[in-house]
């Protein structure tokens, strides 16, 4: 366990790294290794969440309010995951950018 200081030292250190070599900064990716940069897009999690609003409405149709608002919510949440997973691919692949090689 870092105490204050070191945990503020090391923040420090942070910001002036990704200040001074973003690059490196954009490569080594904040150490975050649990987004795969090859993944696939969340295409069966959108089909899920249509899936479910489509359950959704059926529900509210049939009268049974407290399963179609739980069916929705279930919906948000499954769109909210893959709009994330979307959105955090797109964002691994712009840190896949060429590194200029330096033949000096």
């Not at 899936?51 to 309010?65: C, H, K, M, Q, S």
Request: hydrophobic content about 50%; proline content about 6%.
């Amino acid at each position: 366990m870092l105490s204050k200081e070191d945990s503020r030292r090391l923040a420090q250190l942070e910001r002036q790294l990704r200040r001074d070599d973003p690059d490196f900064c954009a490569r080594m990716g904040g150490g975050n290794f649990s987004v795969s940069p090859t993944g696939f897009a969340p295409i069966p999690l959108f089909i899920l969440s249509a899936l479910v609003i489509a359950a959704a409405i059926v529900l509210v149709v049939v009268g049974w309010w407290i399963a179609a608002s739980i069916a929705t919510v279930w919906a948000a949440v499954t769109t909210g995951a893959a709009a994330h997973r979307l959105r955090r691919r797109r964002e691994v692949r712009s840190w896949q950018r060429p590194v200029p090689r330096s033949d000096g």
